[in-house]
């Protein structure tokens, strides 16, 4: 499918992480795209968070603020596990920074794959939020968050969406209009199991109202999840 191979060398150049598109792709054709291994390259690694035999440090998000070289990463401890650690690189994720100790003592009790944005309302104010599936359990309170107004020198907690999901927000866009655009999955009243469906949601006002969800993929026989939004290349779209 052309529009599906399209996509898919738009995804790998915004990742720009380990394969660069050499020419368009069809699906029965065998990928030609040059391989970059940075395995070996021990030099250029940086560990945020170790795991062990017994810890898995599992899903983390990240989000680049405007000035280019500051990041931010959230993740849970083991698959799908709780929130907690967050940590905040200054040299564009040279050297990194542990930040748990500064967050909401609540957001510990936050559950599965933690989502980090930076969102900006009508009137320029930037904020970044933190959204995870559940508080308490994976039935809790669907979509609870932690916010920062001071580009993440303090948090605090704010009242959970109410959406239940399987995982929060997997990708957010800001649309010409301002408002944002969030995307997330669930299954019969938020449970991991099929069927699946993937549902949208509008914020006016930088990330503190989401307007009701609505089902946008629901496909007979399959399980749409983890959905990605993006903008062209040209931003038109």
Request: hydrophobic share 35%; proline share 7%; glycine share 10%.
């Amino acid at each position: 499918n052309a529009c599906a191979d399209l996509a898919f060398r738009i995804i790998m150049r915004s990742l720009a992480f380990f394969l660069l598109a050499t020419s368009f792709v069809f699906a029965e054709e065998k990928p030609d795209v040059l391989i970059v291994d940075l395995s070996g390259q021990k030099d250029r690694h940086s560990v945020i968070a170790a795991g062990t035999e017994q810890v898995y440090q599992g899903h983390p998000t990240t989000t680049l603020l405007m000035d280019g070289k500051t990041i931010f990463c959230v993740w849970c401890i083991n698959h799908g596990g709780a929130a907690g650690p967050m940590a905040r690189s200054d040299d564009g994720g040279k050297t990194w920074m542990r930040l748990d100790d500064t967050l909401p003592e609540g957001f510990k009790t936050h559950q599965n794959c933690p989502s980090i944005y930076c969102m900006t309302d009508s009137v320029g104010k930037e904020r970044l939020w933190v959204f995870s599936a559940a508080k308490d359990h994976r039935k809790g309170p669907g979509m609870p968050r932690i916010m920062s107004e001071d580009a993440g020198k303090t948090w605090k907690e704010m009242p959970p969406l109410g959406f239940p999901c399987v995982m929060t927000f997997s990708s957010m866009v800001r649309l010409k209009d301002g408002r944002y655009l969030g995307l997330y999955h669930k299954g019969p009243s938020g449970a991991d199991k099929p069927p699946l469906e993937v549902l949208q949601t509008f914020s006016a006002d930088g990330g503190f109202t989401w307007s009701e969800p609505k089902v946008v993929a629901s496909v007979v026989g399959k399980n749409p999840c983890g959905p990605f939004v993006f903008r062209s290349p040209d931003g038109k779209e």
